[in-house]
């Protein structure tokens, strides 16, 4: 079977961000995985100078486009700010529309406190919505994220992650095939088939 196309979107261009070393890791997870051809898009790296907004950037940024026309899932890291996600992820995900339609988003949220970013992943759902992506139920948590991980960036509680890496993984998995077959099987006036 062909490998399921899968990026992963690095919420935030913050400074300091403790979520790029939790990107980092589900990055080598995600590689590792046999079904999985994945790449990351960071938003220090897209094309964005705040002059403009929306699907007029699409165009300036055609190599994350065409990444999510092919796309058969993705995953989207997001850090909790103040209770809510980041603008550079808003901006990121408001640069496509029709792209989204019909395919999966598992998240995994990003916090300094207890809750692990939860509050920000239900901020995200209504989003996620709009855009007809298909959020999976089986997020992924990093609370006190500043705790978890070693001066050089390895996972302390590896083990533990792992157990919660497969069950987030496999569920996204399970959804982006299931999506992929409909949109290629099923006739719908929301995307091409």
């Known amino acids: 079977m062909k490998k399921l196309f899968i990026p992963i979107i690095l919420g ?5 961000r403790e979520s790029e070393k939790v990107a980092k890791w589900i990055l080598k997870k995600v590689s ?12 220090r790296e897209m094309d964005y100078d705040f002059q403009d907004e929306g699907q007029n950037l699409k165009e300036k940024n055609t190599d994350y486009r065409d990444a999510i026309i ?3 899932g993705l995953i989207v890291i997001v850090p909790e700010y103040n209770r809510g996600y980041p603008g550079s992820l808003k901006m990121i995900l408001d640069t496509l529309l029709k792209e989204y339609i019909h395919k999966p988003v598992a998240t995994v949220g990003v ?6 970013g939860a509050r920000v992943i239900e901020n995200l759902l209504p989003v996620y919505r709009e855009l007809g992506l ?14 978890k991980f070693d001066e050089k960036g390895n996972l302390e509680e590896e083990e533990k992650y792992n157990k919660r890496f497969y069950g987030f993984i496999t569920e996204l998995l399970w959804v982006a095939k299931t999506l992929k077959w409909g949109r290629e099987n ?3 006036k929301y995307h091409p088939n």
């Not at 590792?32 to 938003?43: L, N």
């Not at 916090?111 to 692990?116: A, Q, V, Y």
């Not at 997020?139 to 500043?146: E, M, R, T, W």
């Open 70 to 72: 092919r796309a058969d």
């Open 186 to 188: 099923v006739e719908s």
């Open 134 to 147: 298909m959020a999976s139920f089986t997020d992924l948590f990093f609370p006190k994220v500043k705790t």
């Open 111 to 116: 916090s300094s406190g207890i809750i692990g």
């Open 12 to 16: 935030t261009a913050r400074q300091g």
């Open 32 to 43: 590792e995985h046999p079904e999985i051809e994945t790449r990351i898009f960071d938003p």
